[in-house]
Structure formats: C-alpha cells, structure tokens
C-alpha cells in the first residue's frame, strides 16, 4: 500500500491543513453508526466479515474502510439497508480514513488494531483508495511548493 510510504512530515502537514477534525470525527461518527447499524443483522454482518477475511481484533475504522473498498459488500449494504447512496464506493472518505490512520501510526505511534492486515490486504477497490489518498498527498506536496512569480 503506497499510503503508508507517505513521509511523516508530508502526514503531519497533510492532516494539518487538508484534513480537519471535524471531518475526521464526522467520518468516524458515520462509520461507527454504520457499523452498529450493520451488526444488527448478525447473519449479514458475519457474511461481509467472511467477504473480507477480518481478522478478530480490528479496529473499526479499519473495519469501516475494508467493508466500504469491498464494491460487493458496499452494494448489498446500500441495498440491504435501503440507504439512498449512489451505489459507488465512497472513496474520497475512505481515502481520508486511510490517510488519518497511517497519521495515527506514523506520526501519533498509535497501533491500531488490524492496521498491518489492512496495508497487506489486497482486496477489489481497496488499490482504488490508496491510490486516491497518495494522490491527494502528492497534490499537497505539489500545492506546497508552488510559489508567486513577478516578471
């Protein structure tokens, strides 16, 4: 996963001035609730924890991210659920988790639970996600070095 190769400087300015705290604890919020919602239907939770193979202890944002990236799962919980989603897989917030949970590694030292099993992990779309979070990196590294000209 080319995310978590990002320079630790690059995540701390990243976070800092791209992603805010409120965007980060909405999308965590949101997960959380998804979750819960989710859990409700034993039957369908179990089957997307099969779909993804989690490991028992993870993290939920992880988790979170690992459903979503799952284009099939992503479509039957929109089905399933009745959500008037579009049926794509959001993935400019799961790019934004994905990039707040290499910080928390990275830069913060937090060990979050299931965070080596989701950068070896090499399920549909979740490429997708990675690839849009280490663009938005570079953006932002592009971004920072552009300076003013006068002629």
């Not at 990243?14 to 039957?43: C, H, M, P, V, W």
């Not at 284009?71 to 049926?87: A, L, P, Q």
Request: net charge negative; proline share 2%.
């Amino acid at each position: 996963m080319h995310t978590s190769q990002i320079a630790i400087p690059v995540l701390e300015g990243y976070k800092n001035e791209k992603l805010s705290g409120e965007r980060i604890d909405f999308l965590i919020n949101q997960a959380n609730e998804q979750l819960e919602e989710i859990s409700q239907k034993e039957e369908i939770y179990s089957d997307f924890l099969k779909q993804i193979n989690a490991p028992k202890k993870i993290d939920k944002i992880i988790l979170w991210i690992l459903l979503m990236s799952n284009e099939t799962v992503c479509e039957d919980y929109i089905d399933e659920f009745k959500k008037n989603f579009r049926d794509i897989i959001p993935v400019s917030d799961l790019a934004d988790l994905l990039l707040h949970v290499i910080h928390l590694k990275k830069v913060q030292g937090i060990d979050v639970d299931g965070i080596d099993y989701l950068l070896e992990y090499e399920g549909e779309c979740i490429e997708e996600v990675d690839q849009f979070a280490f663009t938005n990196a570079l953006l932002y590294i592009q971004k920072s070095k552009e300076v003013e000209m006068e002629f």
